[in-house]
């Protein structure tokens, strides 16, 4: 199995700046794509930010130019670098990975327990 772990959520003011981080763990043979996702109370969860193995990001139109995700696969992190934060993205984020074990195969959906991140002065 794969656990995921989320860090560096909290409160920041608008125009402020947060780096989140999650690590994965566990018997993980190879590391796909991994994702960030996030849900605002009340909301559907949504996809914010994808990064495959190879480093191809690609974003949500809300966050594009704002937002930048990263991963160092050689410890099996990835980060979202979140600037220029605005109430709207206050939210719980969630990290999602598709991953191979050795020794359950490929699961698509290994997800972490999320870190809340509030926006607000």
């Known amino acids: 199995q794969v656990q995921l772990v989320e860090s560096g959520g909290g409160l920041v003011q608008p125009g402020g700046s947060l780096r989140l981080s999650c690590a994965a763990s566990?018997?993980?043979?190879?590391?796909?794509?991994m994702a960030w996702y996030r849900q605002a109370p009340g909301k559907q969860r949504e996809l914010v930010a994808t990064?495959?193995?190879?480093?191809?990001?690609s974003y949500a139109d809300s966050v594009k130019g704002r937002f930048t995700i990263s991963r160092d696969n050689a410890k099996n992190t990835v980060f979202l670098q979140m600037n220029s934060l605005k109430p709207e993205d206050t939210a719980v984020y969630y990290c999602k990975a598709d991953a191979f074990t050795w020794t359950g195969g490929r699961r698509p959906d290994y997800w972490g327990q999320g870190t809340q991140v509030t926006v607000s002065s």
């Open positions: 566990g018997s993980i043979f190879n590391i796909n794509a």
């Open positions: 990064i495959t193995s190879g480093g191809s990001a």
